[in-house]
């Protein structure tokens, strides 16, 4: 069975700079990958890459057998593919509850014009979306701050709306970029309850970009390591674990002189 | 059952229509007034869905309305004397379908500018749409068949207060009607986050060119309404001042807020009548109030509620 997302050979070139360079990577069908490696080895680079907002300069992403290139980020989310942001992205004048519903965008049967005339098709549809907005705030337990503002939340539950937002989008791949920074130990602990039960709840793959190690360990089943990006790895979370290139990384060489 | 908000435009059509029918013995200085107020208003909510809820910056509104302006009364002046209108068939058939030529004509010049340089952001886009409003400007005065820099005179009085706030409550409806729905909240997000925008599946140029289309299209409406309204066009009269004028109100009034700048338009437009006196003076008093709002109320003059408690 082809693979969910293909990286095949992907290379991207700013100037002089190669910040990513000839990665191969796959993410199968409801799988739940992890993307790691130091500061700067270029892993956002690769997810603005998937979701369009740099073209590679060389090698191809393919998605569900297709060529992503020359597509548009909102075109690369139309084929189902969403993300959250390193630094939080919302929507933050707008209410918690427009930040889910806007996202439900690409399943409107209704345009700027179907607005104007009110029908009661539209306002069939606005009711069913309310439903589907406040049914995702529900199980996150958001819906009880529908109304404030995105940008007064606390921290973690901004977090966790962009997490919903994303799924609004109804995607089949979710790119999850460093969602445990900034949170506390009891936080983390139940992120990853959350990336497991978002896994298996709406059934979808997860690439998860992400510098915490117990975070990342504990929930992926396959890690790919980059490092000034390049691919120096990948396998199960034990392999990872004991692969010399990536404690190297990490921890730096032993040096052999002394 | 129509929804409560097409009732209540229907209730401010009907109403505008009565008021319109029994105005004949109104004192004509308040007409004028009146009437000028109901345009400021049509300007002032087609920006605010530019500038104010999808985020862009035009300073080019003045050009689309002298689009609309222009076109309206080459169709009034040029075909009204010939096939022997009636009064009535002036004024309730030519008029309003040279209304409407003259809007689709404005959005089609909203396209034009917009497509090319909605790539464009912030204050790039911003001197894009000043240079195509001071470039409308110059074309109008050296065209001849327009009247030149001499302008276009006897313009038919055709615009009553039916035409004025009927159009204005329309502008309204349309405006707030787009932002609340579903797809009309992508306006709003497009403003506050166009990155984000688009990685939810946002197609955030169609948005844009929508607003542009829109705004200018009631921009060029609002420029027939005050060709009728004055009976004399000037291109002077469609220079940057006169977008500043506008962006003001939006500002005023709290950008992206209905109410607000419907508040502000009327209250600007009508303030300007005893300020008349004062001159060139009027522009300087326009700039320190504006100062003076960005310092103490950066969210608008009009934004509900008007006074909150300081949580210290």
């Known amino acids: ?258 | 059952m129509l929804p409560r908000s097409q009732i209540l435009l229907l209730a401010s059509l009907i109403l505008a229509g009565v008021v319109s029918a029994f105005s004949g013995n109104m004192d004509t200085y308040f007409l004028d007034v009146a009437m000028g107020v109901g345009i400021s208003v049509v300007l002032a909510s087609s920006l605010n869905l530019i500038n104010g809820f999808t985020g862009q910056f035009s300073l080019g509104h003045a050009g689309f309305m002298a689009v609309g302006a222009y076109t309206s009364a080459m169709i009034t002046t040029t075909l009204g004397p010939k096939f022997g209108w009636s009064q009535l068939g002036l004024q309730w058939v030519l008029f309003p379908a040279s209304l409407l030529v003259g809007g689709l004509l404005s959005a089609l010049a909203g396209l034009a500018v917009g497509a090319p340089s909605l790539r464009l952001k912030g204050d790039y886009l911003a001197i894009v749409t000043l240079g195509f409003g001071e470039i409308i400007k110059v074309v109008l005065q050296n065209v001849e068949a327009v009247g030149g820099a001499r302008g276009l005179v006897a313009v038919p009085g055709h615009t009553n207060l039916f035409w004025t706030f009927g159009t204005a409550a329309l502008t309204v409806y349309v405006v707030w009607a787009l932002m609340n729905s579903t797809y009309g909240r992508g306006f709003l997000a497009v403003a506050d986050d166009e990155v984000a925008a688009e990685a939810m599946g946002l197609n955030t140029t169609r948005y844009k060119i929508i607003a542009f289309a829109v705004g200018s299209f009631f921009a060029g409406i609002a420029g027939g309404l005050y060709a009728h309204l004055k009976g004399y066009l000037n291109p002077t009269g469609f220079d940057f001042n006169k977008s500043i004028e506008i962006v003001i109100m939006v500002i005023l009034g709290g950008m992206g807020k209905h109410v607000g700048v419907i508040v502000a338009a009327v209250v600007l437009t009508a303030v300007q009548e005893p300020l008349r006196q004062l001159g060139d003076w009027r522009m300087i008093l326009y700039a320190l109030i504006l100062i003076l709002l960005m310092i103490l109320r950066p969210q608008g003059l009009f934004v509900w509620p008007l006074w909150t408690k300081k949580t210290t």
Not at chain 1, 37 to 55: D, E, L, R
Not at chain 1, 182 to 202: C, H, S, T
Not at chain 1, 217 to 233: N, T, W
């Open chain 1, 1 to 258: 069975m082809a693979a969910l997302l293909q990286l095949d050979q992907i290379t991207i070139r700013f100037g002089g700079l190669t910040a990513v360079s000839e990665v191969t990577a796959t993410v199968q069908t409801g799988e739940l990958v992890g993307l790691i490696g130091p500061n700067g080895a270029g892993k956002t680079t690769v997810f603005n890459m998937i979701t369009g907002v740099y073209q590679p300069s060389g090698g191809r992403i393919q998605f569900r057998g297709r060529s992503t290139a020359g597509l548009r980020p909102f075109e690369i989310t139309e084929l189902g593919i969403a993300r959250t942001f390193q630094n939080i992205r919302l929507f933050p004048s707008l209410s918690v509850f427009d930040n889910v519903r806007v996202a439900f965008h690409l399943h409107l049967k209704h345009a700027a014009i179907h607005s104007l005339s009110r029908g009661p098709k539209f306002h069939a549809e606005e009711e069913e979306l309310r439903e589907a907005t406040l049914g995702l705030l529900k199980i996150f337990n958001l819906e009880r701050v529908q109304n404030e503002p995105a940008k007064s939340l606390p921290y973690g539950d901004q977090r966790r709306l962009e997490i919903i937002r994303a799924l609004a989008t109804r995607p089949q791949l979710l790119l999850l970029d460093e969602p445990a920074a900034g949170m506390n130990p009891a936080e983390k602990v139940e992120l990853m309850r959350l990336i497991q039960f978002i896994r298996d709840q709406f059934q979808l793959a997860i690439l998860l970009v992400e510098h915490d190690m117990k975070v990342v360990m504990g929930v992926c089943q396959r890690i790919h390591v980059l490092e000034y990006g390049r691919k120096i790895a990948e396998g199960t979370p034990q392999q990872i674990r004991a692969n010399p290139a990536v404690i190297a990384a990490y921890l730096g060489q032993e040096s052999t002189a002394a």
